[in-house]
């Protein structure tokens, strides 16, 4: 196993392991948050099967697309500032769970790559 194969695995551990964040009250946020769900529910799916070996990530479709879509998610929560009341704690909750998801997807994304 490689390197990159044994930090993806790790990753996807990691990121199995953290609770989804609750949802948010204001519609900034849950229009922020409807995105990264569609994200989540992506690249678990195809992150599970290439953990269990049963598919190659080679095999998942555009994961430089779907790194690109994290890492915009985390630069447009920035954006969004600081939050008060009910959701100044899941916005710290989603930093981590969206850390965690955008390093399972650049590690899956640095294994799709052609050796």
């Known amino acids: 196993m490689t390197d990159t ?3 993806f695995r790790a990753a996807f551990d990691a990121f199995r392991a953290l609770p989804y964040p609750a949802l948010p009250r204001g519609e900034e946020l849950r229009d922020w948050n409807s995105r990264l ?3 989540d529910g992506y690249v678990a799916g195809y ?3 290439v ?3 049963r598919i190659g990530a080679a095999e998942v479709p555009g994961t430089g697309a779907l790194l690109l879509e994290a890492e915009t998610l985390r ?3 920035d954006a969004l500032g ?7 704690e899941p916005v710290d909750d ?6 965690a998801l955008e390093r399972m997807v650049r590690l899956l994304a640095l294994l799709a ?3």
């Open 5 to 7: 194969a044994a930090g």
């Open 37 to 39: 769900l569609d994200l």
């Open 47 to 49: 992150a599970a099967r």
């Open 51 to 53: 953990r269990d070996g």
């Open 75 to 77: 630069r447009d929560l």
């Open 82 to 88: 600081p939050q008060e009341g009910d959701d100044a």
């Open 94 to 99: 989603y930093r981590a769970y969206l850390g």
């Open 113 to 115: 790559r052609p050796v």
